[in-house]
């Protein structure tokens, strides 16, 4: 669902908000269908395994949930300013027992499996400001050049991102939300 309006010339304002309800195959088994990337923002894979625990299926029902919203203001003199905040859901996980080819080896079955149903328990949930403030210069008639100053995760929230899931590194942090980031640019229109 998303919502966008002009309200004038100068002040412009968009949202968006998503929730999504699954009922899919997960995969415990994070070497072939998962991830460990930083970049991940679900490292339990999609797809089939071969199920060692009775007590929890394959089939897993999980849920994710999204907030954006956005709004840019343009000043006199060409000077803008613009505010982005996200909220995002965590991820639904279980500790994985890895299989029987690691050490220790807790498992004898050649599948790795989740210790508990993935609703259970949720990474931590993300809230992330950006903030830019912007001035442009005409000249020429035609051509524009527009100094950019960006501030990435203003709030310097720092929640985990990615973490180990299998048994013996089980919370292992791999990757937190970047800090508090600056970045100035230039941008030239021809």
């Avoid at 080819?101 to 259970?120: C, H």
């Avoid at 005409?138 to 990435?152: C, N, V």
């Amino acid at each position: 669902m998303a919502f966008n309006k002009r309200f004038s010339s100068k002040f412009f304002v968009q949202t968006s908000a998503d929730y999504q309800w699954r009922n899919e195959l997960r995969s415990a088994d994070i070497s072939d269908w998962g991830s460990t990337s930083p970049l991940s923002t679900d490292p339990i894979g999609v797809g089939y395994f071969v199920n060692a625990n009775p007590s929890v299926p394959n089939r897993q029902k999980t849920t994710m949930y999204h907030f954006q919203a956005m709004g840019r203001y343009t000043l006199p003199y060409e000077v803008g300013f613009a505010v982005n905040y996200r909220y995002q859901s965590g991820f639904n996980y279980s500790e994985v027992i890895a299989d029987g080819n690691t050490t220790p080896g807790l498992n004898i079955s050649p599948s790795p499996f989740f210790v508990q149903n993935l609703d259970q328990n949720r990474s931590d949930n993300v809230s992330l400001m950006n903030i830019r403030v912007d001035k442009g210069f005409t000249f020429s008639g035609h051509y524009k050049i527009t100094g950019i100053f960006d501030l990435y995760n203003v709030l310097n929230a720092n929640p985990v991102t990615n973490f180990s899931l299998t048994n013996g590194n089980f919370g292992s942090i791999i990757s937190v939300l970047d800090p508090r980031v600056a970045q100035v640019a230039l941008r030239l229109e021809f």
